[in-house]
Structures are given as structure tokens and as C-alpha cells.
């Protein structure tokens, strides 16, 4: 509040009078009303703020004048001088919006990182750190070993394979130099399998079903048998079968294990099997069974070790978010991916076609014109997979067809039919994308577009392997996501392939900011078309726990409840 005083001229009358009488008026303060005091008030604040944004104006004035004199011309620099300094700044005003965006990118990316180690409940109550990796016997034969580094460096940029990670092995070009027993060898040339792989050049993974993982062991371990090497016994242990016929193996004891975590882990914990002595761990589609939920029943997995072991993870996609994870339970780890990891095989030839929804089912009969059999139909529902068998099977088809819904002993049959040649055409959902190995397949049709990439890639590598070219078609309309089909616009780029009309005129906004940080596209879900900031997964999997708040689970919810 503000006190204004005022003091009245006083006459000459008064001043004539007694000095009492002139103390009392020296000492008179008038009442001025508080609508006035208001007034006086609100005109000086008006003053004060006039003041104030003359100072501003002026000061804008100044640098506006500023900016003018270094745009215009000047008499001692020339126009080519003012571009590249124009340019300069442009380029730092950019430089610095990139860099806000990589920091909001590692905030987002650090909270949805877990927070745990990947590893096992005694080694991280008792504080157990392995610095070194574990020990083992095979070493590459001494004269690849004293090769240059630039030899090595030489054949991996031949076959397109990156390495990153201390202390890697040489790149080895043939199976013999690996130092495979001759019995194996016998195997791999009895199967037609001459030279390895590129990722089989630096090393030997295997990307199988459980079922047909277990199928290729025991042939190699027959064929160390025929040569007089020891028996090594082998398990399947997946659900869908009986244990009893499971554990009449296991309980003679067992050198190798092939198994489903759901199955696994309920063995484990009726304590039938033991890994006390398991040194070697082998995790296939890792990031798709963090995915799909199987997190908890791997990490139930790791506590039943004993000791170290060497553990390996092998996928097809693998993006930054899995590998952050994975890495806090390996020691001194080795990355190696063959050309970008999730990235299309230059060995299929993708052709995205605009395909109306009721124009689907018809369309269908003639893309299975364009190869001979066997083809792979992928749908993204149950109810679409029986629509398409039931349709191919009145029009004359030789089809069949697999999904979840279907209990294991029918799904084997239809996968034998179609392996074997008894059937033509394979209709099925994302669950033969992953892992399934059919020889010789021609043709890959998506009839919809997967809500993600990462399944759009399994999908149409189910083709195109083992040296061979195939043909993938995929069918997209308007009901698609416009962040998936940015992302297989992007995927058609990179593997140099035609991008039809319909998705020529997507943008994605400042295509410059889609490679920042030295990662091109999402580190999340490792789509090339948007980053972590539009991630449609990471969306979706966020409302999804925020749908959860406040629910309690009263019972376990693992990969045993399915």
C-alpha cells in the first residue's frame, strides 16, 4: 500500500496565530478516499510498466538493427562470405536442436531400461562379478591366429559382417579349419552344407524351433556315434507333450537340453532338473521373448546356475533397448550382426501392394500365381488364418493352416504336410515367423501389415535363405498405421528396393533427424521410420501399464498361465 502526503498552503492569516495552534496544523494529515488512493496507485504501476517496455523496445530495436546490418550487405565482406556465415549459424541452430532431442531420447530410453541385472538370485545377493569370461578349450588354429588384423578386418567387410566387443575371433572361411570333428563334417556334407554361413564365418548359431533344434543335434550327435565317439544323450523338454516321456530321458541324465522357458522353468522348480554343472546357455529370439512376456520366467531361469556360464543370444532383430539389457549379464560382451541388425535380406525381392479389404480374399488366389509352391500366407489374426484356409481349401488348394489356437499335435501334423510337399500353401499367424526353418520357400504373403516391424522382418526372412532370391508381398490399405508403413518405407530404402506410390507420399516431417546419435531411427523398437520420442510400442506399452495402476494380481502371471 502506498501512503501519499499532502500538505495545503496555508494563508497569511495564519501564519499571524500562536505557535500551539501552528504545531497542531503542521502535525494535520487529510483523508484521501481509497477509490483515489486506487487511482494513484494503478497510474503509477502503468508508469512503471511504460517505462519498462520502452526498454524492452529499444533494446529489440537495437538487435533487430543488428541482425539487419549482418544480413544486408557490407561494403568489406562479400555475398559468398555472409552465405557460409548464414550457413554456419543455421547449422549450429540445428546442431543444438539435435542435441535436445538425443537427451530427451536417453531420458525416455533410462526409464524404461530395467533396472535389473539379467542375472541369477545368488550371484546378485552375494555381489558376484565376473571380470573375465569363462574359460574354454577351442582356440582357432594358430596360423589364422598369427594372420594380420587387416586380413580379418578384409573378410568381414567381404561377407558385410560387424563386430564389436573385446578380444574377437578371427573370421574362419570353412568348416574344417574350425576344427569340427570329421564325423560333423561328414554330417554337414551329407546334408549338402558345404561352406558356412557370413554369420557362421565369425560364429555358429543356430535360430531353430526347439523341436527342430533338438532334431539337428541328435543327427550330429548320431554321426560323432558312427565314428566311435561317445554317446551324447539329448532332451526336449516343450509344452503341448507329456512330462512323463520327457523326464524317461532326463532321468538317465541328459549332455544337452533343448526347451521352452515355460517348460523349463516348471521342471525346475519341481526340482526334476538341476543346472548346478550347466556352463552354456543359449537364448533364441531373445528380444522376442522379453516381448512377448517371458522376461520374468528367463530371470526365474537364471537363479537355478550355480556358477558361470557362458551365455549367447542370437535374433534377428535386436534393437538397443535388449542389448542394454543383455549386456548387464555378459561379461566383456561380443556383438555380431551381418549388415544392420533387423534389417530385410537383400535376398528377397519385397513387393507392397495397395489392396482394398474386401478385395483381399480374391486378390489372394492371384499373387499365389506368381512362384510355384510351397508359399507362406501370414495373417495377424486367428479368425483371418481359418478364413483364408477355408477359402484356398473350396477353391482347390492344397493348404494348411497353424496358429495358437490350435493344440500342439495338430500343428505338428500341418508343419510335417507342408515340409514334407504334401501340401502347398502354409496359411499362419506370427507364431511360424519366428524360429520355423522350411526349405525352399518361393513366396512370402502378408495379407495385413503387422503392427510391427520387428514382425514384418521375421516374416519375409522365413524366404530368401541359404544363398536363394525370394519374393514377399505385402498387402497395405488405409486401415494401416501410418507409423509402421513410415517404417517399411524406410526398410524399402535401405534394401534398395521399389517404394510404391501410396507410401512415396508419406513424410516424416525433418528426415535429418531420423539419423542422430550415430542410430538411424528407434533404439526401442528399431523401426527406421520415427524415433523413441513417436515409438508406437513404447506408446502402447505405456498406456498399458497405466491401465494396470491400481489392479493387483492375486495370482502368478507368467508364460506357465498360456
Request: aromatic fraction near 6%; include cysteine.
Amino acid at each position: 500500500m502506498i501512503l501519499i502526503f499532502v500538505f495545503p498552503q496555508r494563508s497569511y492569516e495564519d501564519e499571524g496565530k500562536s505557535g500551539s495552534e501552528g504545531s497542531e496544523d503542521d502535525d494535520y494529515v487529510p483523508y484521501v478516499p481509497v477509490k483515489i488512493r486506487k487511482q494513484q496507485m494503478l497510474q503509477k504501476m502503468l508508469r512503471l510498466r511504460g517505462k519498462a517496455v520502452d526498454e524492452e523496445q529499444k533494446d529489440s530495436g537495437e538487435e533487430q538493427r543488428d541482425e539487419e546490418e549482418g544480413l544486408g550487405p557490407r561494403s568489406n565482406i562479400s555475398l559468398l562470405d555472409q552465405h557460409q556465415h548464414l550457413k554456419e549459424k543455421a547449422e549450429a541452430r540445428k546442431e543444438s536442436a539435435k542435441e535436445k532431442q538425443l537427451k530427451e531420447e536417453e531420458k525416455i530410453l533410462e526409464s524404461v531400461a530395467e533396472g535389473r541385472a539379467l542375472m541369477s538370485v545368488k550371484e546378485m545377493a552375494k555381489g558376484i562379478i565376473y571380470d573375465d569370461p569363462i574359460k574354454t578349450s577351442w582356440k582357432a588354429p594358430r596360423y589364422i591366429l598369427n594372420m594380420p588384423e587387416t586380413r580379418h578386418e578384409r573378410a568381414r567387410k567381404k561377407f558385410h559382417i560387424l563386430v564389436d566387443g573385446e578380444g574377437i575371433p578371427p573370421p574362419i572361411k570353412s568348416f574344417r579349419e574350425m576344427k569340427f570333428p570329421p564325423a560333423i563334417l561328414k554330417g554337414l556334407k551329407k546334408k549338402g552344407i558345404i561352406h558356412p554361413t557370413p554369420i557362421q564365418i565369425q560364429g555358429i548359431p543356430t535360430r531353430e524351433l526347439a523341436r527342430q533344434t533338438h532334431g539337428i543335434i541328435e543327427y550330429y550327435c548320431k554321426m560323432l556315434e558312427e565314428e566311435g565317439a561317445p554317446q551324447l544323450r539329448t532332451a526336449l523338454c516343450i509344452g503341448g507333450m507329456s512330462v512323463k516321456e520327457q523326464m524317461e530321458v532326463v532321468k538317465h541324465g541328459v549332455h544337452m537340453m533343448v526347451a521352452t522357458p515355460g517348460r523349463l522353468m516348471d521342471l525346475l522348480q519341481k526340482k526334476m532338473v538341476s543346472l548346478d554343472i550347466c556352463r552354456y546357455l543359449a537364448l533364441d529370439e531373445a528380444d522376442r521373448m522379453i516381448d512377448m512376456g517371458f522376461e520374468e520366467d528367463i530371470r526365474t531361469i537364471f537363479s537355478y546356475f550355480k556358477g558361470q556360464r557362458q551365455t549367447l543370444l542370437f535374433s534377428a532383430t535386436m534393437p538397443k533397448k535388449i542389448q542394454n539389457f543383455a549386456k548387464s549379464a555378459l561379461v566383456k560382451p561380443i556383438t555380431i550382426n551381418v549388415g544392420r541388425a533387423g534389417a530385410a535380406s537383400l535376398d528377397v525381392i519385397q513387393e507392397v501392394e495397395y489392396v482394398k479389404e474386401e478385395a483381399k480374399m480374391v486378390y489372394l488366389l492371384e499373387c499365389l500365381q506368381k512362384t510355384p509352391p510351397p508359399v507362406l500366407i501370414f495373417a495377424e489374426k486367428k479368425a483371418d488364418v481359418d478364413a483364408i484356409h477355408e477359402y484356398l481349401l473350396l477353391k482347390g488348394v492344397e493348404a494348411v493352416a497353424i496358429h495358437g489356437g490350435k493344440d500342439q499335435e495338430e500343428r505338428t501334423k500341418a508343419i510335417e504336410a507342408f515340409k514334407e510337399g504334401k501340401k502347398d500353401v502354409l496359411v499362419a499367424t506370427d507364431v511360424a515367423s519366428k524360429g520355423l526353418d522350411f526349405p525352399a520357400i518361393q513366396h512370402v504373403v502378408n495379407y495385413d501389415m503387422p503392427e510391427e516391424i520387428e514382425n514384418y522382418v521375421h516374416r519375409i526372412g522365413r524366404t530368401g535363405r541359404s544363398g536363394k532370391t525370394g519374393i514377399a508381398t505385402t498387402f497395405i490399405n488405409k486401415g494401416c498405421d501410418e507409423s509402421v508403413l513410415m517404417d517399411l518405407k524406410a526398410l524399402l530404402v535401405e534394401a534398395k528396393q521399389k517404394v510404391p506410390p501410396v507410401l512415396q507420399v508419406l513424410q516424416t516431417g525433418d528426415e535429418t533427424m531420423l539419423d542422430i546419435g550415430g542410430e538411424r531411427g528407434c533404439t526401442f523398437c528399431g523401426g527406421l521410420g520415427h524415433r523413441i520420442t513417436d515409438c508406437p510400442k513404447l506408446e502402447a506399452m505405456q498406456t498399458k501399464q497405466v491401465t494396470n495402476i491400481g489392479r493387483k494380481d492375486y495370482l502368478a502371471h507368467s508364460s506357465m498361465d498360456f
